[in-house]
């Protein structure tokens, strides 16, 4: 078992990777990769802090349920706060994609956990979730323009990057119900569709520049 | 071309007419010509077929298998579906001819095309 290992192992990347970005400010422009696991290696905001992940144990369902609730209900802010404060007509539509998919996903996951008579139970995981997207949110409160779309865009492809890694290699294998397994399963499609759409709009953007 | 989502009638004066039009025809035949129910399934966001050939007068209806909602909006504004939430479906009847290509506008990779004929065979 090895939930959330490779997570800080990526958070850890993620702070280096920013670092080498600032030192290397004047190769700003950033190649458009299509293999999902290589965007784990983009860097991650100067202004984002990732605090260490404690958890050792495999999730429990009660716990992954709890992950999976955090996770939309940041992106589901995400994308609110982009739809009221971008100027860009492709930032405001993908936060009206987010808010629309992931409130589905959260419906359907909430409807299954009262199915199941389970409860979310909040985990390291899920509350590290909250404090750094909660945290990002303060910061793109400060930001406008452009430097709010790209800061913004930027934070939606590691984001869907990193549930994507923990879909596929802790959250899915570790799931123990059968439907809670198969609803993982359903949603990891459309969280490669947004990660790919979040990349795209990333490149149009002008890359990683303006953190 | 002419949607409904779950049964819902939403038909417009043209398509009422054409709809007219294709009962006087049939009232005067011996025999009511069978009109054919396509399906289209969306399904890990990607429309299964992604070409469909019907004739005018067959319904096409799309299947939302996703966890998250979908619309069918044809690239030449022949119809637009709207939200096809999750597990729901919408249907529409075809009355146009000519290929209909169409896409989700929430997932615009999702995109496939309706190939209509006059007639069947």
């Known amino acids: ?211 | 071309m002419t949607g409904s989502r779950r049964g819902a009638a939403a038909l417009r004066p043209a398509v009422l007419l054409a709809v007219a039009s294709i009962a006087g025809v049939t009232a005067a035949c011996s025999t009511t010509p069978r009109h054919a129910v396509h399906v289209v399934e969306m399904r890990g966001l990607q429309f299964q077929p992604q070409r469909v050939e019907v004739a005018l007068g067959d319904t096409v209806v799309w299947v939302n298998h996703d966890i998250v909602p979908h619309t069918s909006t044809a690239l030449d504004h022949a119809w637009a579906s709207g939200l096809i939430a999750s597990d729901s479906s919408w249907r529409a009847v075809v009355t146009q001819p000519g290929v209909h290509r169409y896409f989700c506008t929430l997932h615009t990779n999702m995109r496939a095309e309706i190939d209509a004929h006059a007639s069947r065979g």
């Not at chain 1, 997570?7 to 950033?30: D, I, N, Q, R």
């Not at chain 1, 299509?34 to 404690?54: F, I, L, R, Y």
């Open chain 1, 1 to 211: 078992m090895r939930p959330f290992k490779n997570w800080f192992a990526a958070s850890l990347m993620l702070v280096f990777m920013a670092s080498v970005v600032v030192l290397g400010a004047s190769c700003s422009k950033t190649e458009k990769s299509t293999d999902e696991t290589q965007a784990t290696n983009q860097p991650a905001p100067a202004d984002q802090t990732n605090p260490p992940m404690t958890n050792t144990a495999a999730p429990s369902d009660a716990e992954i349920a709890a992950i999976v609730v955090a996770a939309n209900d940041a992106d589901i802010a995400n994308g609110r706060m982009a739809q009221t404060k971008s100027g860009n007509s492709d930032v405001k539509s993908f936060g009206r994609m987010m808010v629309t998919d992931h409130t589905s996903v959260n419906d359907k996951a909430k409807a299954l956990a009262t199915q199941l008579n389970l409860t979310p139970q909040e985990s390291d995981a899920s509350r590290q979730m909250k404090t750094t997207q909660d945290s990002l949110r303060s910061t793109l409160q400060g930001k406008s323009g452009t430097e709010f779309d790209k800061a913004y865009v930027n934070n939606e492809v590691e984001l869907h990057q990193m549930v994507l890694n923990e879909l596929d290699q802790n959250l899915i294998p570790n799931a123990q119900n059968a439907q809670l397994k198969q609803l993982l399963t359903d949603t990891r499609p459309a969280i490669a569709e947004h990660l790919q759409h979040a990349r795209d709009l990333q490149q149009r953007l002008g890359g990683m520049a303006n953190r």
